[in-house]
């Protein structure tokens, strides 16, 4: 007999979805991705949003910049809408049915795929479509939210120039050091984002659960901080506001190992939205198959816990070591 997905109830939607065809015919030939150009020395910066189309805090910050007529001081700024197709597909009754149109977005960013003209979907046609782009991009702000309500975190990737970008930001709190996912490539990983010798470099932030309205507030916060960091933007160029608090500290949590589900045969031991501590190795946080999933070493950390997108090959969660 085949197992269904469990069911969920739906997070409420705090939010209202932007209207964001006004900004579908952008300036660079690729639709819904516009580019500042101050004609001064300085990075290329990108923020960019709807990398999954349910995930609007993103789309809200990068439609509040380009309303506010933000433009560079120094270098280029880039502000993009990626699955513009699977946000077009948003239906409050089921609002995690449009986080893509075939397959993950933020799955399909190598080389080797982008090129393979014998795959085809909706997100490999906006990824190519976006790619020439993102090939002249110094720096790139990713903006996401998650599935369940969690506090915000910066992922960094495995490198250090990721994490010693995360600690010039100072927020969120939570920096997540991690090598991706096994079914394939985050554009933050991509190219020279993601080789050490490069100083191209990337972060994707987790802004907190898709539809509160606090995670716009951290999307708008974690924005600002990345154009002021990269020296493009001045404080008073900025939308009244978008700063909020720093941290008292920051903390980074080194992911040692994803947890895959092989079937739809997966339950948690708990109710589980991330950022959880378990203190003893060997205590079971889940069962797979029948058999029980054990944190594999002290203080093991929960990272992105969730079972609502299910199926086999899907990471339901990622066990990580604090390291300061």
Same mark, same amino acid.
């Given at each position: 007999?085949?197992?269904?997905?469990?069911?969920?109830?739906?997070?409420?939607?705090?939010?209202?979805?932007?209207?964001?065809?006004?900004?579908?015919?952008?300036?660079?030939?690729?639709?819904?991705?516009?580019?500042?150009?101050?004609?001064?020395?300085?990075?290329?910066?990108?923020?960019?949003?709807?990398?999954?189309?349910?995930?609007?805090?993103?789309?809200?910050?990068?439609?509040?910049?380009?309303?506010?007529?933000?433009?560079?001081?120094?270098?280029?700024?880039?502000?993009?809408?990626?699955? !513009?197709?699977?946000?077009?597909?948003?239906?409050?009754?089921?609002?995690?049915?449009?986080?893509?149109?075939?397959?993950?977005?933020?799955?399909?960013?190598?080389? =080797? !795929?982008?090129?393979?003209?014998?795959?085809?979907?909706?997100?490999?046609?906006?990824?190519?479509?976006?790619?020439?782009?993102?090939?002249?991009?110094?720096?790139?702000?990713?903006?996401?939210?998650?599935?369940?309500?969690?506090?915000?975190?910066?992922?960094?990737?495995?490198?250090?120039?990721?994490?010693?970008?995360?600690?010039?930001?100072?927020?969120?709190?939570?920096?997540?050091?991690?090598?991706?996912?096994?079914?394939?490539?985050?554009?933050?990983?991509?190219?020279?984002?993601?080789?050490?010798?490069?100083?191209?470099? =990337?972060?994707?932030?987790?802004?907190?659960?898709?539809?509160?309205?606090?995670?716009?507030?951290?999307?708008?916060?974690?924005?600002?901080?990345?154009?002021?960091?990269?020296?493009?933007?001045?404080?008073?160029?900025?939308?009244?506001?978008?700063?909020?608090?720093?941290?008292?500290?920051?903390?980074?949590?080194?992911?040692?190992?994803?947890?895959?589900?092989?079937?739809?045969?997966?339950?948690?031991?708990?109710?589980?939205?991330?950022?959880?501590?378990?203190?003893?190795?060997?205590?079971?946080?889940?069962?797979?198959?029948?058999?029980?999933?054990?944190?594999?070493?002290?203080?093991?950390?929960?990272?992105?816990?969730?079972?609502?997108?299910?199926?086999?090959?899907?990471?339901?969660?990622?066990?990580?070591?604090?390291?300061?």
């Amino acid at each position: 007999m085949t197992q269904s997905a469990p069911a969920f109830e739906a997070y409420p939607v705090e939010v209202e979805f932007p209207d964001i065809r006004p900004y579908a015919t952008g300036n660079t030939g690729v639709a819904y991705v516009h580019t500042f150009d101050s004609g001064t020395p300085g990075p290329h910066v990108m923020i960019n949003a709807l990398t999954h189309g349910n995930e609007v805090c993103g789309a809200i910050a990068v439609a509040g910049l380009l309303d506010h007529g933000l433009r560079p001081r120094r270098g280029k700024l880039t502000l993009s809408f990626a699955n !513009v197709d699977a946000y077009a597909r948003f239906d409050a009754a089921q609002p995690d049915a449009s986080r893509f149109v075939d397959q993950d977005f933020n799955r399909v960013w190598t080389a =080797a !795929v982008l090129d393979d003209a014998a795959r085809d979907s909706s997100e490999l046609r906006r990824a190519r479509a976006m790619r020439p782009i993102v090939d002249t991009v110094d720096l790139l702000l990713d903006l996401h939210s998650m599935h369940e309500k969690s506090r915000p975190l910066i992922v960094s990737g495995p490198l250090d120039k990721g994490i010693a970008l995360s600690r010039a930001l100072g927020a969120p709190a939570d920096v997540i050091v991690d090598e991706g996912h096994p079914e394939g490539r985050r554009m933050r990983d991509y190219a020279d984002f993601g080789d050490s010798a490069s100083p191209r470099n =990337a972060l994707l932030i987790e802004c907190g659960q898709h539809w509160e309205t606090s995670a716009v507030d951290v999307a708008r916060d974690s924005t600002a901080r990345f154009l002021l960091h990269a020296g493009i933007v001045e404080a008073a160029d900025l939308p009244d506001g978008w700063l909020r608090p720093l941290p008292a500290t920051q903390r980074v949590i080194r992911v040692t190992e994803p947890v895959v589900a092989r079937s739809m045969d997966f339950r948690f031991a708990g109710a589980y939205t991330g950022l959880e501590t378990f203190t003893d190795a060997g205590t079971v946080i889940a069962w797979r198959d029948g058999q029980p999933v054990v944190t594999p070493y002290d203080n093991c950390v929960l990272v992105m816990p969730s079972l609502r997108q299910l199926r086999p090959g899907v990471t339901v969660v990622r066990l990580g070591q604090l390291e300061s």
